[in-house]
């Protein structure tokens, strides 16, 4: 039976000792199975191997899984409690259109002073309004007192674009470390967003109607604080920054309009997807068809980033649009030819699979285009174009919906990701 090799970590001197009229060199030094060699770590394991990622990381993941309650358990405390789903519905449109508004303000002030200076107190006045809404309903206020609070909540800090600057800051000049690093945000973004509105849901219907924006509050302050106090890496302040404002910024127009259309992929998609299993008397399985479409971006997008980077971002970005604009025809065929919603659920997985790396890339060409100093700003109006988009996006499909049928809606994400597509074959203009 063969035996183990061995290798010795560093060579040291042998000891000599005489035996009988024999000099011996013996060799104590400690060997270790080739065997037992340990593999390199993943790219995700690096990652949060970096000094104080996992804090800052757990964190923001506490903060950021209630952004995907908020609206839900909005609708259904507004709903349960006035019996209106189109009051409800505009008192969730008004925040989503005040948080575009003051987003990018907000993220410009933690640029310049910082995130725990910023953030904690903006969380702070938007867990206010949360509670504002909840004694408003409770209390059978005005309707237009549930505008105002809901409104107050537009402060909340893009807890995923201050992640993404944290590992813009540790990771400079590493692209490959910084890619996987995207790719993290983008599945957590997913991840939030599948989660929480399930969570939300479970909570306001097996406890009471303002559960789900109760504990959403809890969570969100406790994860800013928790968030805020990791110091160390936290990126400097640029109180005044030289720099020109993102959105002038060369190469960054065409990315924000590419976040817009690909937010009317992800509008559309839900409000169309609901309607259409609705059409099939499968309403309540409409939830878990959308969550597969999420699991499987959450899953390519980390895939995407345990992958090395081939070519630059702008050469990669096409392509993956590309994939994007083509992968939104098989819902659409799986409406039109089969009306199947079990197939339909495994075309969105497929669909999903395509949106997550088509996000990653952007988000790092903004990053690579957006000023130095304004990092927070940049990431900020990319989010608010995505949340314009979704906006659009869930009217253009609702008017398909109502007005055509629900089969025709899954063409207005196809529109959308094609228009996505040209839009990313822009050349960058360069700054004269």
Not at 82 to 103: D, E, F, I, M, Q
Not at 363 to 368: D, G, I, N, P, Y
Request: charged share 10%; proline share 9%.
């Amino acid at each position: 039976m063969p035996h183990p090799t061995y290798e010795r970590p560093r060579p040291q001197a042998p000891l000599l000792t005489v035996t009988a009229d024999a000099l011996v060199a013996a060799d104590f030094t400690p060997r270790t199975p080739r065997t037992g060699r340990r593999p390199p770590p993943g790219p995700y394991r690096r990652l949060l191997s970096v000094p104080g990622a996992r804090a800052f990381t757990a964190g923001n993941l506490i903060a950021r899984l209630p952004m995907g309650m908020f609206s839900v358990s909005a609708v259904v405390m507004i709903a349960g409690t006035r019996g209106s789903y189109a009051l409800a519905g505009a008192v969730t449109a008004t925040g989503l259109a005040a948080t575009a508004l003051v987003g990018p303000w907000t993220a410009r002030l933690v640029d310049r002073y910082g995130q725990a200076r910023v953030a904690v107190p903006a969380t702070l006045f938007a867990a206010l309004g949360s509670l504002a809404l909840v004694l408003c309903v409770r209390s059978g206020a005005p309707d237009w007192t549930l505008f105002a609070a809901y409104a107050a909540t537009a402060t909340t800090p893009n807890t995923g674009g201050m992640a993404r600057a944290r590992w813009s800051h540790l990771l400079k000049g590493d692209t490959a470390a910084l890619h996987t690093a995207n790719s993290f945000e983008q599945a957590t973004d997913e991840l939030c967003f599948m989660l929480g509105p399930v969570l939300a849901a479970f909570l306001c219907t097996a406890l009471f109607p303002e559960a789900g924006t109760l504990v959403g509050v809890v969570l969100m302050v406790t994860g800013i604080l928790l968030f805020a106090a990791q110091r160390a890496t936290e990126p400097p302040a640029r109180p005044r920054p030289a720099a020109r404002a993102p959105f002038r910024a060369p190469g960054i127009p065409p990315l924000l309009a590419m976040c817009l259309a690909t937010g009317v992929v992800f509008g559309a998609m839900e409000v169309v997807t609901i309607a259409f299993a609705d059409a099939q008397g499968h309403r309540s399985a409409a939830g878990v068809v959308l969550a597969l479409q999420a699991a499987g971006s959450c899953a390519a997008g980390l895939l995407y980033g345990a992958l090395k980077p081939a070519g630059p971002a702008e050469v990669r970005l096409p392509w993956c649009v590309a994939a994007m604009a083509a992968l939104m025809t098989l819902p659409l065929l799986a409406a039109s030819l089969t009306g199947s919603l079990p197939l339909l659920a495994l075309t969105l997985l497929a669909a999903g699979m395509a949106t997550a790396p088509t996000m990653v890339t952007t988000m790092t060409l903004v990053q690579h285009r957006t000023p130095e100093g304004r990092l927070n700003e940049g990431m900020t109006l990319a989010v608010t174009g995505l949340l314009g988009g979704i906006a659009c996006g869930s009217a253009a499909g609702g008017w398909t919906v109502e007005h055509v049928s629900p089969t025709a809606g899954y063409g207005v994400p196809v529109t959308a990701a094609v228009i996505a597509l040209l839009l990313a074959l822009l050349p960058p203009r360069r700054s004269s």
